[in-house]
């Protein structure tokens, strides 16, 4: 009964199991016990290094989970990350004491280094927290950062890193495919799974930033800016975070309140799928990774990449959010357009992904699920007007008229015919349906087509 119930703010529909975090530690944990076991037949490096990282990330593990089942205060987890992070410093001797030679600053003291490697450290947990809404984002994101920190742990040589950070992305593989691809055993990663991810992104940023920057420009023979590279690598969540904290700040809300203002959030009003939405975000970052290579490539200076990098992320980060917002406050016909795209990449019912659904959700027993008792959760918006949860299921009119608010509710605008496809509605009620909507002001008219009837609808705003 550990789940998260789907509410005004949520994208799913039913109640989803939120243990994901945790199957991801013991795979985790199993991969490091293999490569220490290993390691005296492989003549490599020790792994006991890595032993302040683990109590640490069981540590975040263990605040994750609670917060996912009793609920943790903002306060609280900002206090013990912080004095995590201060631990896995003071233990490893780790810490972001350099600027590598940027505006000509080099080592500075750690009474400098580590108030800011505290506060970086909290902002990627809680980036990388803030930005789990979509199937796949945050686990997509996390492997591909694991990867990416692997193959730059290799150019240093160090090994117990690399093996670490291949070991997370591996462990998040089988997490991500119930994620997307699953329907009874589709799970999320929680907040234990993205405190631990943020714990781990963090110990990878303090060892890449701290490396020998002699060994990087040795083997690609150009200046490397270090702080750079760890911030083109994890480009999305921080400046997406940073938005929409500083929009929350603008308009004197806490920036600890959630609302649904990320990048991922604009995409799905939009009608663009969650696999499309995931791979969209997941190509963004890299291309701002591909760009800081061609500026080393380029023999950009060290401030120049810093430069560089930041007018890409904001460009690319800020500038989509915004331009696809102003389009969708607006209703332009690019938002038409956009809207007609989104619904072309919805490709959860074809042949291939059904099979693989079937797949993975074939060890969950059919009984055993029907046998479940789930919380009825508490739902608002359109659903404050119809209680679905009272009324009489063999209505099929009022089991339509959900259908139909379901696939309406967290899109922007929706064509009339894309819910006769899509919603799983009966075609021949679904006019009807939109007609008493309009009357009744839940729903809105965008555009009329032809003849004047409702060619694009919209949930009328509370």
Not at 163 to 168: N, R
Not at 334 to 363: F, N, Q, Y
Not at 369 to 393: A, C, I, N, Q, T
Request: with cysteine; aromatic share 10%; proline share 3%.
């Amino acid at each position: 009964m550990i789940v998260d119930a789907p509410d005004s703010r949520k994208l799913q529909r039913v109640p989803v199991p939120i243990l994901g975090g945790i199957a991801v530690f013991f795979g985790l944990v199993a991969s490091i016990l293999v490569a220490s076991v290993l390691q005296p037949w492989l003549h490599t490096t020790s792994m006991n290094g890595l032993m302040p990282v683990l109590c640490a990330s069981i540590l975040m593990l263990y605040i994750g989970a609670m917060d996912d089942m009793i609920g943790i205060s903002a306060l609280s987890r900002f206090i013990i990350e912080m004095l995590t992070i201060l631990g896995v410093v003071f233990s490893t001797g780790y810490c972001v004491d350099t600027f590598n030679g940027m505006w000509g600053v080099g080592q500075f003291s750690w009474w400098i280094a580590v108030p800011i490697t505290a506060v970086g450290g909290v902002g990627i947990i809680n980036a990388i927290n803030m930005i789990d809404g979509v199937n796949g984002l945050s686990s997509g994101l996390c492997i591909t950062y694991c990867i990416l920190f692997g193959l730059s742990f290799v150019v240093i040589g160090d090994l117990p890193d690399t093996v670490l950070a291949f070991a997370v992305s591996a462990a998040l593989v089988p997490f991500f495919f119930h994620n997307v691809f699953g329907n009874r055993s589709r799970m999320f990663i929680g907040d234990a799974g993205t405190m631990l991810m943020g714990l781990i992104l963090t110990w990878f940023v303090l060892v890449l930033v701290g490396s020998d920057v002699t060994a990087w420009e040795k083997t690609l023979g150009h200046e490397v800016n270090l702080i750079v590279l760890a911030v083109a690598i994890l480009s999305v969540p921080i400046f997406d975070t940073l938005r929409v904290m500083i929009l929350r700040i603008v308009h004197g809300v806490s920036p600890f309140k959630p609302d649904k203002t990320h990048l991922h959030h604009i995409f799905v009003s939009m009608g663009i799928s969650h696999p499309i939405t995931t791979a969209v975000e997941i190509l963004l970052n890299l291309l701002i990774v591909g760009i800081w290579a061609l500026l080393v490539h380029w023999d950009v200076s060290v401030n120049g990449q810093f430069y560089w990098i930041m007018a890409a992320s904001l460009l690319l980060v800020w500038g989509m959010y915004f331009w696809l917002h102003w389009h969708e406050k607006h209703h332009t016909e690019r938002m038409h357009r956009l809207a007609r795209l989104g619904t072309m990449t919805h490709i959860s019912d074809t042949r291939w992904w059904k099979r693989l659904e079937r797949w993975l959700d074939s060890p969950v027993a059919k009984s055993e699920m029907e046998s479940e008792v789930m919380p009825k959760p508490v739902r608002r918006g359109v659903e404050l007007f119809y209680h679905f949860d009272s009324m009489d299921h063999n209505d099929l009119k009022e089991q339509d008229r959900k259908r139909v608010y379901d696939y309406m509710r967290g899109k922007s605008e929706v064509y009339i015919d894309d819910i006769k496809k899509r919603s799983g509605a009966n075609i021949l009620r679904v006019d009807a349906i939109i007609t008493e909507g309009i009357i009744d002001g839940f729903i809105t008219i965008v555009k009329e087509g032809v003849w004047g009837a409702p060619m694009i609808v919209t949930l009328t705003e509370e």
